[in-house]
Nanobody, 122 residues
Framework: QGQLVESGGGLVQPGGSLRLSCETS????????MAWFRQAPSKERERVAC????????FYADSVQGRFTISRNDAKSSIYLQMNSLNTTDTANYFC???????????????WGLGTQVIVSS
């Protein structure tokens, strides 16, 4: 059974940066597309970024394009999300997930972490 553990969340001021990490185990990491989702209070969970299994292609939500960067390290079975120029609308619980492809639907992802909270506030 796959396990995913997120870290790196916290409180940051608008305009600041954070780097999230997701360490995984229990499945063949290199075979899977990996994604970051987020869920703000009273909102649906949305896909923020995704990287395919080979690491060649990445996908971003329009709201984070140019500010967030997803990356993966297959040797460490981990993914990362570098978040720059954060604003209050980025406040959410951030989850990492593993799936076969970089589909936007939550249901296509097999394994999920429990999330790490990001709060952007002055």
């Amino acid at each position: 059974q796959g396990q995913l553990v997120e870290s790196g969340g916290g409180l940051v001021q608008p305009g600041g940066s954070l780097r999230l990490s997701c360490e995984t185990s229990g499945f063949t990491f290199s075979y899977y597309a990996m994604a970051w989702f987020r869920q703000a209070p009273s909102k649906e969970r949305e896909r923020v970024a995704c990287i395919i299994s080979s690491g060649g292609n990445t996908f971003y939500a329009d709201s984070v394009q140019g500010r967030f960067t997803i990356s993966r390290n297959d040797a460490k079975s981990s993914i990362y999300l570098q978040m720059n120029s954060l604003n209050t609308t980025d406040t959410a619980n951030y989850f990492c997930a593993a799936g076969d492809m970089c589909w936007e639907s939550l249901t296509t992802f097999n394994y999920w972490g429990l999330g790490t909270q990001v709060i952007v506030s002055s």
